[in-house]
């Protein structure tokens, strides 16, 4: 995914930047208003409201009248009054600083969850022996449904949205588990050890030694 970072702040931003990018998103990076309002289009807007030379909702204004892309203000501002505005003029969420990494990841696959049109997650033949019917959260394997816990069937999902990238241990668990998981990773090897069961010969979830794991179709 691609994000654009409209903060003046060098260290909030660079910080920022290597949090989002060790989790896999390409981030583009600039400090004022008419930089962001003159870089190319991105999946997703984070934006400063105390930017140097204009107000950071009017650049929320200007990037919503454009389109549809999902923007989180991110500010020091605490006050209600901002945080209605922000929302009202089409910013998708509001983060108040100081904030860590992995809430700004959570509220960013929140936002992408509501967002993201029916269209994007279809019913899909992921290839000619393995079906995943999204909006039932059913998986056939040649046709034949089989059965998956929860857990197994977000797995496969979210891996299926990218055959053959290499997706972090990081990068599953924070998409699968929850932004806040603090328990073992040893979990995600039991799911991806009942998937390749399950899955049989139909795809094979790849192990990636030292990165995490990649989903294979056959």
């Known amino acids: 995914m691609r994000v654009l970072l409209v903060e003046d702040d060098e260290p909030i931003a660079e910080s920022l930047t290597r949090g989002l990018s060790r989790y896999g998103f390409d981030v583009e990076w600039v400090r004022t208003g008419t930089e962001a309002l003159a870089a190319e289009p991105t999946d997703m807007v984070l934006v400063d409201l105390g930017l140097p030379d204009m107000d ?7 990037l919503r009248a454009r389109g549809d892309v999902p923007i989180i203000v991110i500010s020091a501002r605490a006050d ?11 910013a998708d969420d509001y983060v108040s600083k ?8 959570a509220r960013m696959r929140a936002v992408m969850r509501r967002v993201r049109p029916a269209t994007a997650q279809p019913d899909a033949t992921v290839s000619s022996r393995l079906t995943i019917d999204r909006r039932g959260r059913r998986v056939y394997v040649d046709g034949v449904e089989i059965t998956l816990t929860p857990k197994e069937y977000d ?26 998981w603090f328990g073992p990773t ?15 010969d139909a795809a094979t979830v790849e192990t990636v030694r030292g990165v995490g794991f990649r989903l294979v179709l056959t």
């Open 80 to 90: 209600e009054t901002d945080r209605v505005v922000g929302l009202e003029i089409g």
């Open 56 to 62: 950071g909702l009017d650049v929320c204004r200007e």
């Open 186 to 200: 040893k979990t995600l090897d039991v799911h991806v050890g009942a998937l390749r069961r399950k899955l049989g």
């Open 98 to 105: 100081p904030f860590g990494v992995r809430e700004v990841i």
């Open 155 to 180: 797995l496969l999902a979210f891996l299926a949205e990218a055959p053959d990238a290499v997706f972090t241990r990081e990068q599953i668990m924070e998409a699968v588990w929850d932004a806040n």
